[in-house]
């Protein structure tokens, strides 16, 4: 079992930065791909970012691309998205979640139902 816990959401103004963190509680959090995703209101839930177990793949949505960027520590156990140049169309929910499956095989995946846990979610605020 993994319980994840979001952090870093917030009000930016268009164009600014936030950085978001997900803290990760129970063992082998090495073992999970890990993924961020975000949901609008009266949209559905998308990929945003993804990464593999030791980090050596990431993986973007088009829309994020050379804006954003994950990363992992697994010594403390926590997963972080940058984003840069944030856009008012950016406003959501961001989660993050994991996937043990592909995580054991060096994977990551942009399918929101391949992952086992979910955080709660923070909320992310880029007004224009």
């Known amino acids: 079992q993994v319980q994840l816990v979001e952090s870093g959401g917030g009000l930016v103004q268009a164009g600014g930065s936030l950085r978001l963190s997900c803290a990760a509680s129970g063992p082998t959090f090495s073992s999970y791909a890990m993924g961020w995703f975000r949901q609008a209101p009266g949209k559905e839930r998308e990929f945003v970012a993804a990464?593999?177990?030791?980090?050596?793949?990431?993986y973007y949505a088009e829309s994020v691309k050379d804006r954003f960027t994950i990363s992992r520590d697994n010594a403390k156990n926590t997963v972080y998205l940058q984003m840069n140049s944030l856009k008012p169309e950016e406003t959501a929910v961001y989660y993050c979640?994991?996937?043990?499956?592909?995580?054991?095989?060096?994977?990551?995946?942009?399918?929101?139902?391949?992952?086992?846990?979910w955080g709660q979610g923070t909320q992310v605020t880029v007004s224009s």
């Open positions: 990464i593999s177990r030791f980090g050596s793949s990431t």
């Open positions: 979640a994991a996937d043990y499956r592909r995580g054991r095989s060096g994977a990551a995946t942009s399918d929101p139902g391949g992952y086992d846990y």
